[in-house]
């Protein structure tokens, strides 16, 4: 588990301090804020070198912090095997067979079903079952739910040019895409150079018919404004902007910590 950003923003503890927790392929995220989740105290980013069973417990070993008692804890998982099936078409036992079907079976995943009621959705997802049951043991009131599932409401402001939510990580990017109110996309790419990401990006927009003028591109994540990455993309979308976040004065861009600013806004 490599370290990648440290924060301690305050050092007096909130009154009801909120945990907030990103558990992922490749990374882990964690943040403690206020009770409205504006106001953060501490938050750690790692990237995972190598799927282990000990990287949790050995988090909570290296930041002592994360074993306080906490007034709410905010879970979202953020693994690549997922996939969004229609409410209407499939039972909640039938969504978890066809996660099994796209992806293969695999014994140590436990698959996860979420309702997204508003969608009329299931959002289906496979988590490392030794590490689902570590933090179910560890953090028994958390509430958890798949990034996906967190991130969906946003594409109620998607008008009739589009809107594309697009947040980097160091190997691999995911993809919200909706048009006038209406969910049309939501994946994982991976990732190594600029072009990679030019590339799935451009074909995405030419799938859905979207024009490269219009359609606005929010992004926010591993991104910084003088990457050679965002200049990829301002070369090819004319609607560029990053999603702001509301933790300032971090020492590090606002938008690299929005989605987890945006779990921890869940408890209030």
Request: glycine share 6%; with cysteine.
């Amino acid at each position: 588990m490599k370290e990648l950003f440290t924060i301690t923003a305050k050092k007096e503890s909130p009154v009801q301090p909120v945990l907030s927790l990103r558990l992922g392929d490749r990374h882990l995220a964690y943040s403690i804020t206020n009770g409205t989740g504006e106001e953060l105290h501490q938050l750690g980013y790692y990237r995972i070198e190598e799927a282990d069973t000990a990287v949790f417990p050995g988090l909570l070993e290296q930041v002592p912090a994360l074993t306080e008692n906490f007034f709410q804890v905010q879970v979202a998982y953020d693994y690549t095997n997922s996939t969004l099936a229609p409410l209407l078409q499939f039972p909640a036992e039938e969504a978890g067979s066809l996660l099994r079907s796209l992806s293969g079976p695999s014994g140590n995943e436990a698959v996860v079903t979420e309702t997204i009621a508003e969608w009329q959705l299931y959002n289906v997802y496979a988590v490392p079952a030794d590490l689902l049951h570590q933090v179910q043991q560890h953090y028994p009131a958390a509430r958890s739910r798949h990034q996906f599932s967190l991130s969906l409401h946003k594409l109620n402001e998607a008008g009739e040019n589009g809107l594309m939510l697009v947040e980097f990580r160091q190997d691999d990017f995911t993809v919200l895409l909706g048009r006038s109110g209406k969910l049309l996309l939501a994946q994982t790419y991976a990732y190594a150079t600029p072009e990679d990401v030019l590339y799935y990006l451009v074909k995405i927009s030419n799938q859905f018919s979207l024009s490269r003028q219009e359609l606005l591109l929010q992004l926010s994540g591993l991104i910084d404004q003088d990457s050679a990455l965002f200049t990829e993309l301002s070369q090819y979308f004319l609607q560029l902007e990053f999603r702001p976040g509301l933790w300032q004065d971090t020492g590090y861009p606002d938008h690299f910590f929005t989605s987890l600013n945006d779990l921890a806004r869940c408890a209030s």
